[in-house]
């Protein structure tokens, strides 16, 4: 059975680095096609793709957000980590993390994306001094 | 503004049949496939239909998905008061390198 679990500080002040981490449960991130998400909803606002990484070390950002943006893997812990510089009371959500697998079809040469399957419960942060 | 464009609500009466549309363009829906997400007040997001038309185990059959060029919807037949939730459509976008989603459309049932 596939989990996904996010952890990280619920108050962060402004101009801080939040780091979140998305433990896995049920798969490893050590196979190509396996990938995990991270996708954030601010209060009463719709969903908003972060970044994916892969487990052939592909990485992926939201071209709003990707100069702010790391995601890394630990294959070793089972774990992705999140981090977002320069924090700010925009930045106010709820985080989530998802586990985001993709299909290489050798015939065509093309990545297919089925979607984000299974989702973590969500970690708030707030932003404010 | 979300790349994928919804209707902000939508409903219907028990019983009844509902559809959600999802408005995209030839670097997302028209090249890719169309996942849809429910989202129960509350709760996290969960995965309702993937490849356009294929649900989940778990997922009934009421729900369903279909594509047409760069449009997609989601049905929903014989509508039950816990279908009450928002609803969102995303697809891979291969201009943006990454996922979008539509802005959600919010259901109530009558």
């Known amino acids: 059975q596939i989990t996904l679990k996010e952890s990280g500080p619920t108050l962060v002040k402004p101009t801080q680095t939040l780091t979140l981490t998305c433990t896995l449960s049920g798969f490893s991130l050590s196979t190509s096609g396996v990938g995990v998400g991270w996708i954030r909803q601010p209060p009463g606002k719709a969903l908003e793709w972060l970044a994916v990484?892969?487990?052939?070390?592909?990485?992926r950002y939201s071209p709003s957000l990707r100069s702010r943006l790391t995601i890394t893997k630990d294959t070793s812990k089972n774990q992705v980590v999140l981090t977002l510089t320069k924090m700010d009371p925009v930045d106010t959500a709820t985080y989530y993390c998802?586990?985001?697998?993709?299909?290489?079809?050798?015939?065509?040469?093309?990545?297919?994306?089925?979607?984000?399957?299974?989702w973590g419960q969500g970690t708030t942060v707030i932003v404010s001094s | 503004q979300s790349v994928l464009t919804q209707p902000p609500s939508a409903s219907g009466t028990p019983g009844q049949r509902v559809t959600i549309s999802c408005s995209g363009s030839?670097?997302?829906?028209?090249?890719?496939?169309v996942s849809w997400y429910q989202q129960l007040p509350g709760t996290a997001p969960k995965l309702l239909i993937y490849r356009i038309n294929q649900r989940p185990s778990g997922v009934p059959d009421r729900f369903s998905g279909s594509k047409s060029g760069t449009s997609a919807s989601l049905a929903i037949s014989g509508l039950r008061s816990e279908d009450e939730a928002d609803y969102y459509c995303a697809a891979w976008d291969d201009s943006l390198s990454g996922w979008v989603f539509g802005g959600g459309t919010k259901l109530t049932v009558l």
């Open positions: 030839s670097s997302n829906i028209g090249s890719h496939y």
């Open positions: 990484v892969y487990g052939d070390d592909d990485e």
């Open positions: 998802a586990h985001s697998p993709r299909y290489y079809d050798i015939l065509t040469g093309y990545h297919h994306y089925y979607g984000m399957d299974v």
